[in-house]
């Protein structure tokens, strides 16, 4: 067989066997291999290894694109020292994954603007690297998702969906309140999860407070039951992020102000 013929057969074969990695750097790592002498074991291995990477990769990019976060965030970025409530230890821990593997949920609970959903989003981004399946819902856009699926009836379709991810993350609960349908649905949702997925949830309100979310005592109670069994909480309790910046920059602005020379002064 020509050397024309065999490289061509090959390509085919890497192509039909879904190998896109070793197809794209074979040829090139076969004259490195030789350039070294190495042998043909550890040239396959090579290969190997470029692909598993490029597939564990190329995996994380999917999982990424389909927790549809509205803004990736890491915990690179998030400024501990700005908030020094939140309890940091407990944050490197959840980061390593262990309480999705014991499907547990975590709760972050404390004033607007304080980072909740940055830490959230920092979580569910580190999870999608680990490997776990994750969608992101604002908490208003769940109830809305699931009224509109019960109108077309794929509730139960949509509720499939869900129980096939490792971990579900319910943004700014209690900022607006449910419909009656709405609040038996979201409960439905938390029902299902229990002890099956886990969650991540922020809100602004203190326990004694969702019943306005909910509009029901006994419904909250219930969900409250089921969120908090196997619950790690953190709470952030500092200044608003937002409102900071918004005070450095009015600072900034009134000392440039004053530090212009006015008309009569030229």
């Known amino acids: 067989m020509g050397a024309r013929k065999a490289t061509v057969l090959l390509e085919h074969y890497l192509k039909q066997l879904k190998l ?11 004259d490195v291999c030789q350039a070294e002498r190495t042998d043909y074991q550890t040239f396959l ?5 470029r692909e598993i990477q490029d ?7 999917r999982r990424l694109k389909a927790a549809k976060f509205p803004v990736t965030k890491t915990m690179d970025t998030f400024d501990f020292n700005a908030q020094p409530s ?16 014991q499907r547990e949920n975590v709760l972050l609970i404390g004033n607007s603007g304080t980072g909740k959903t940055h830490l959230a989003t920092a979580l569910g981004f580190a999870a999608c690297q680990q490997g776990y399946r994750v969608r992101f819902f604002s908490a ?4 809305t998702q699931l009224l509109e699926h019960r109108e077309d009836r794929q509730l139960e379709r949509f509720h499939k ?8 993350v319910l943004d700014e609960l209690g900022y607006v309140p449910f419909s009656k349908a709405g609040a038996e649905l979201f409960f439905e949702v938390i029902s299902r ?3 099956r997925t886990s969650l991540i949830v922020t809100t602004n309100l203190p326990f004694e407070n969702w019943i306005e979310v909910m509009g029901n005592e006994r419904l909250t109670g219930a969900l409250l039951d089921r969120l908090t069994h196997r619950i790690h909480i953190l709470e952030a309790n500092g200044e608003s992020y937002r409102l900071r910046h918004s005070r450095r920059r009015s600072r900034k602005q009134s000392h440039l102000i004053n530090q ?3 008309t009569d002064q030229k």
Not at 21 to 29: D, F, I
Not at 140 to 143: A, D, I, N, S, Y
Request: glycine share 4%; charged share 35%; proline share 4%.
């Open 86 to 101: 939140i309890n940091q230890m407990r944050v490197r821990e959840l980061l390593r994954g262990e309480y999705i593997e």
């Open 45 to 49: 291995l090579r290969l190997a290894e």
């Open 55 to 61: 597939r564990e990769v190329r995996a994380a990019e």
């Open 20 to 30: 896109p990695t070793v197809l794209r750097e074979y040829a090139k790592l076969a």
């Open 161 to 168: 969906q869900l129980e096939r991810l490792d971990l579900i």
């Open 193 to 195: 999860a229990y002890e």
């Open 140 to 143: 208003t856009g769940m109830v």
């Open 260 to 262: 212009t020379p006015s």
